[in-house]
């Protein structure tokens, strides 16, 4: 049997995994532009286990955040096909679709594009300053993680919810 103690910690302590995942996330976005789906990939995967830890009802809990992880994925597709966004972009907001209730992804939706600006508008500035050829090259992952840094804040940081 679970330790009391430790089954009410642990949603707490997979949310910390997942900041630290959007922390390693921001840092190899902006270092390479690539954000990895193995990085991805942990991400999703840890998801279920803390619908686990949160007590998410399978029905018809898990269901509804499959179908947001696919429709942010849907709709960041389009993006990608567009150009506007890279594919490591699209798969690490539609990861974080696993994580966030569909309020909390609209939230973190906007939160992102508020983020995204800035930075867009740095790395075109940087790459007309270098005089780069070829597109610029967004880091865009790190406005996803910080959007979701807020998220998850709000989860513990806002008693007035």
């Known amino acids: 049997m679970m330790n009391v103690a430790f089954t009410a910690l642990l949603p707490w302590l997979l949310c910390a995994i997942l900041a ?11 270092r390479r532009r690539i954000i ?15 619908w686990l830890a949160v007590g998410l009802e399978w029905w018809p809990g898990a269901p509804i955040q ?3 992880a696919l429709v942010v994925f849907a709709i ?16 690490l907001a539609a990861a974080l679709g696993l994580w966030f209730a569909p309020g909390e992804m609209l939230t973190l939706i906007l939160l992102m594009s508020m983020a995204g600006a800035p930075i867009t508008l740095a790395a075109w ?11 610029v090259k967004v880091p865009y992952g790190i406005a ?14 806002n008693h007035f919810g």
């Open 125 to 135: 500035a940087d790459h007309r300053r270098a005089a780069q050829p070829g597109r």
């Open 66 to 68: 499959l179908g947001l």
């Open 36 to 50: 990895s789906n193995k990085l991805n990939l942990t991400i999703a995967l840890l998801a279920p286990v803390y």
């Open 20 to 30: 630290g995942l959007l922390l390693a996330a921001t840092v190899t976005d902006y």
């Open 76 to 91: 960041f597709y389009i993006f990608f096909r567009l150009g506007g966004m890279g594919g490591g972009d699209v798969k």
């Open 144 to 157: 996803i993680a910080v959007a979701g840094w807020v998220v998850l804040a709000q989860r513990y940081l």
